[in-house]
Nanobody, 118 residues
Framework: QVQLVESGGGLVQPGGSLRLSCAAS????????MGWYRQAPGKERELVAT?????STNYADSVKGRFTISRDKNTVYLQMNSLKPEDTSVYYC??????????????WGQGIQVTVSP
């Protein structure tokens, strides 16, 4: 069993910054990737950023140049700068682990609210 605990969300004004953290604990093995999705009311969950073991990262076009993903052991961070009202969402972290050569397992955090508003 893997537990993911997110922190760092909240209310911020447009143009401001927040740093999300997600600490993974429990039965962690062979991490393939860690990252963040978000879901706004009435919208589908979308990928925000992912960090793949080995160092590569991917970002949604909407956050490129503003958000930075990083990882320290079993904790993944999302530095969010120049926040916009459209970044308002519930943010979910995830961890993907390699079960075997052909199978991965993904676990999710509970979600954390980020609200960007004057």
């Amino acid at each position: 069993q893997v537990q993911l605990v997110e922190s760092g969300g909240g209310l911020v004004q447009p143009g401001g910054s927040l740093r999300l953290s997600c600490a993974a604990s429990g039965s962690i093995f062979s991490i393939n990737a860690m990252g963040w999705y978000r879901q706004a009311p009435g919208k589908e969950r979308e990928l925000v950023a992912t960090g793949i073991s080995g160092g590569s990262t991917n970002y949604a076009d909407s956050v490129k140049g503003r958000f930075t993903i990083s990882r320290d052991k079993n904790t993944v961070y999302l530095q969010m700068n120049s926040l916009k009202p459209e970044d308002t969402s519930v943010y979910y972290c995830y961890i993907t682990m390699n079960v075997n050569i052909a199978t991965t397992k993904r676990s999710w955090g509970q979600g954390i609210q980020v609200t960007v508003s004057p």
